[in-house]
């Protein structure tokens, strides 16, 4: 009954955001406010110079792993005595950003 479309060997599979990040059932895709998404692993071990997100007096931020103390986005120390009131969520794996901000309303 006639010969198999050749358009079918271009056919692929829908973009899937778990296959491109590499989800694992221990990871969490956050959104944030500023940048877009984020996806933090609560099982991947830090290492110097890793982000992480971390709860701090009351306050979830993102901080950087230098020696043994955290470095906040704005540039404040947690250290010493200070690193007992903060708590590490997960790592930083991967960043989705935000490159449209629409203010308009849809009319």
Sequence with gaps: ????????DYVSKPLDLNDILG??????VLVTNDEGYVLLSKSARLK??????IQFCGSTQFAKLQGSSFITADGEAIEGEALDDAVVIGKVV??????RQDDLPVM
């Design 94 to 99: 991967n960043i989705i950003l935000a490159t």
């Design 48 to 53: 110097q110079g890793d982000t992480m997100l």
């Design 1 to 8: 009954m006639g010969f198999p479309s050749p358009a079918a």
């Design 23 to 28: 989800v694992t059932p221990g990871d969490t």
